[in-house]
């Protein structure tokens, strides 16, 4: 497993503040802590291909979930097509989706992206139950485990401090 410290400076940062840059959403403590704790508990930090299915990314995007919502989503849909045209990944689910296992901008923009649209407040550091929710709301996991979310939100809780 990547260490907490260097996946967030070194995997995660990359794509947020590309997507900043760009115009999209700015990445506040609050979305970043919940990032981290989403990749913790979505790929462990170990699999940008998720075993035995078909996700992709350090938050395990599906071709028809994350990458399509992103891609449709009228407060997302310039922003991810920036971002693609920045990393010069053709705009189509398909290149997306095949890039999300191995561009690690990408996948950090397309997870924050995905956050954007909910229009509750991004919960803070002191709110794991309103993070729990807002990831499932979010990610929609086929099969959530709130047992490991506790140990990836205090994890990604720690990381913030």
Request: with cysteine; charged share 20%; glycine share 8%.
């Amino acid at each position: 497993m990547i260490s907490l410290d260097m996946f967030r400076v070194d995997f995660m940062y990359p794509g947020l503040d590309l997507l900043s840059v760009l115009g999209g959403p700015v990445s506040t403590v609050n979305a970043r802590r919940l990032l981290l704790a989403i990749a913790v508990q979505e790929s462990g930090l170990e699999h940008r291909k998720q075993v035995g299915g078909p996700a992709r990314g350090w938050w395990q995007f599906e071709s028809g979930g994350g990458v399509k919502g992103v891609m449709t989503h009228p407060a997302t849909q310039k922003a991810a097509e920036a971002v693609c045209n920045h990393l010069r990944i053709p705009f189509t689910r398909t290149s997306v989706y095949t890039a999300l296992a191995f561009n690690d901008p990408l996948a950090a923009a397309f997870a924050r992206l995905l956050l954007y649209p909910d229009p509750h407040q991004i919960p803070g550091s002191d709110a794991e139950e309103d993070a729990w929710q807002y990831y499932i709301r979010n990610w929609r996991p086929g099969k959530p485990s709130r047992a490991r979310w506790v140990h990836s939100w205090a994890a990604a809780k720690e990381e913030f401090a």
